[in-house]
């Protein structure tokens, strides 16, 4: 493999011979003994040196590659501590992706476009990594559209954990009409002649949207192999080396972890995973448990593919819901019953876990039980835990965490929800957030994911740059400088403090002579960059275990090559994944922004709003 040519560095026969050197870079390398490198060798996927040219210049042997980084920042792999990448890589390939989409005008011309090439029995869905608050038209699609741009084939948008719109193929291909009945949690919003209209609520449960996306074909054999891999290199596009897996709603242990378990065997994963196990049927988990328990345990695998632990629900009853459109659940007087048999059985067999908890009222009764059990000496006891999201979680909360040996896993899902949380529990709730300025001065471990790609976006830049400002992808400024974090703080919840939750402190998360050979290169240099401009950052040269695993601009070429798209109709073949801003796109948003602009006028002409201050949109858009 060819490599950019670099001149004074001369190949020679050494026995310490490098397999990739890349030199010319500004490295945060995350150690504090040895912050800022200019080059580093990797030998057999582990960094050997960190340093400048004269320290790898020895260890150029004739085989090694050497890349140019031309000056660009290097930083160590970016590592998404909740990401459901398993099940995202099992349906990558038949997604339409509106992620980084800048105006409805184009997600909808991407739909109709989609909808021609897919073929008769499949469906065209948009799930997750998008919110209404990134359109300039500030607005969900209608049904109407959908049925203008896809008259035959089913259409299924997913918009957060509050709704989905489908058209009417879609209505017929899942089954629903009059006689449907609704859900538990959720609502088939119904027309005056009793027929389903399109929209489904999640009320505040989002197993309707999920259960109905159910309904849709899935990938077989091959192909869910091509899907995972496509998904990873996608990933890897944006400086992803490794993930914690949060397993998920419709992710059944083995049956959907055989395709990364094939991957892996085959050396064929571009990250790390480390996955959880979630109980999937409501009244059978702790046999679950149990059953896992003897099946395997926690750190099982290897480097590449690893069992961290169970979660992120133990017990359906305990776990509550994120829907901020719709008011926080109240939980079951009683769930503390089960959940504590499942506690004390992970707990006394050296399993870790990790709980979804949204809400301070369900971390509050969580930890109650965690101090009874502590009694028996089950917390602190060395296992890893840890919760997730934890947006109301109070100082007291917070201490009894500490107390109890717990860590915690914040997302971006206010990037995306931002608004309508805002619009429910006011400003002084939303600047607090979840509250990581608090968290971090406790000294408890905290590390940061996406959640995606049900909701937010994979993109971590668009993570990181919530971090960060505290805006959502509607540029809302949600959290005060108090409650934010500087550009390393941020890059050290994204790199070492992952790392920390699956126990691998010490080999991962920075870059430094021992550790594991994860680095990316970016476009743009992360500490300087306006501050908006974080969200566009992406990798120029991807490197995960010493591999080459994306390789982009001057360096294209050099990444491991990938399997076509299959099938060939996919939308990821024609639109690839998260849609960066370009020029193109500023067009469109431009064009979004003048039709926007003669929808208020018309709102105006007909009384149905006083003046330009008000809002031109319709309320039923504020779902």
């Not at 560095?9 to 011979?17: F, I, K, N, R």
């Not at 965490?401 to 931002?418: C, D, E, P």
Request: with cysteine.
């Amino acid at each position: 493999m060819s490599t950019i040519p670099v001149g004074g560095l001369v190949p020679q026969a050494t026995e310490v011979a490098a397999d990739l050197v890349v030199r010319n870079a500004r490295i945060h390398t995350g150690d504090p003994r040895r912050p800022q490198a200019e080059a580093l060798a990797v030998r057999d996927g582990v960094i050997a040196v960190v340093g400048d040219d004269n320290d790898v210049a020895p260890h150029i042997g004739t085989g090694t590659k050497v890349v140019d980084a031309l000056g660009r920042r290097m930083v160590p792999g970016l590592n998404d501590a909740h990401l459901h990448v398993i099940r995202g890589g099992l349906n990558y390939v038949l997604e339409l992706r509106w992620d980084g989409v800048r105006s409805l005008r184009q997600g909808l011309a991407m739909l109709r476009e989609q909808a021609a090439r897919t073929p008769k029995g499949q469906w065209v869905r948009v799930v997750g990594g998008w919110s209404v608050e990134q359109f300039a038209e500030r607005r969900l699609p209608t049904v109407a559209e959908l049925n203008a741009a896809a008259p035959d084939t089913p259409v299924f948008v997913l918009h957060l954990y509050q709704s989905a719109i489908l058209n009417r193929a879609a209505l017929k291909a899942a089954g629903y009409d009059k006689n449907t009945p609704d859900p538990k949690g959720g609502q088939i919003v119904r027309g005056r002649d009793g027929e389903p209209t399109g929209m489904l609520l999640a009320a505040p449960s989002a197993l309707i949207l999920y259960s109905t996306l159910a309904k849709a074909p899935v990938l077989e054999g091959e192909d869910k192999k091509t899907s995972t891999r496509h998904f990873l290199r996608e990933l890897n596009r944006f400086g992803l080396t490794s993930a914690i897996d949060a397993a998920g709603g419709f992710q059944n242990f083995p049956d959907n972890y055989a395709t990364v378990i094939e991957l892996a065997k085959a050396g064929q994963l571009s990250m790390r995973i480390a996955y959880h196990l979630f109980p999937q049927t409501p009244g059978q988990e702790i046999d679950d448990l149990a059953r896992w328990i003897e099946m395997a345990s926690p750190e099982d695998g290897d480097e590449w593919l690893r069992l961290n632990g169970a979660g992120e629900n133990l017990t359906w009853a305990a776990a509550d819901f994120e829907n901020f459109t719709e008011p926080r659940p109240e939980l079951t007087p009683d769930y503390e019953v089960e959940f504590e048999k499942a506690v004390r059985l992970l707990m006394e067999n050296g399993w870790g876990f990790r709980l979804h908890a949204t809400y301070d009222e369900t971390i509050r009764r969580d930890l109650t039980v965690f101090e009874r059990l502590a009694a028996d000496g089950l917390f602190p006891a060395g296992n890893r835990w840890l919760f997730d999201h934890a947006e109301t979680v109070s100082p007291e909360s917070l201490d009894r965490i500490a107390a109890l040996g717990g860590a915690m896993s914040v997302q971006n899902r206010l990037s995306f929800q931002g608004e309508a949380f805002l619009r429910r529990y006011g400003p002084g709730a939303a600047a607090d957030a979840p509250p990581i300025r608090a968290m971090l001065d406790r000294g408890l471990t905290v590390a940061a994911g996406t959640d995606a790609t049900r909701v937010s976006s994979y993109n971590p830049w668009v993570a990181l740059h919530w971090l960060v400002s505290g805006r959502t992808v509607g540029d809302l400024a949600l959290r005060p400088p108090e409650n934010r974090v500087d550009r390393q703080t941020a890059l050290a919840l994204f790199t070492r403090a992952g790392a920390a939750l699956t126990g691998e402190e010490d080999v991962k998360g920075v870059l430094r002579p021992g550790c594991y050979a994860d680095l990316a290169v970016l476009s743009d240099d992360y500490f300087t960059v306006p501050e908006p401009d974080i969200a566009h950052i992406e990798s120029l040269l991807t490197v995960t275990g010493g591999r080459i695993v994306y390789a982009a601009a001057e360096y294209e070429g050099l990444d491991e090559e990938l399997p076509p798209i299959s099938p060939g109709w996919s939308p990821v073949a024609h639109f690839g994944g998260y849609q960066s801003a370009g020029a193109h796109q500023a067009v469109r948003l431009g064009e979004a922004i003048a039709e926007s602009e003669q929808h208020r006028q018309w709102r105006i002409a007909r009384g149905l709003t006083t003046d330009g201050s008000a809002t031109p949109f319709d309320p039923c858009f504020s779902l």
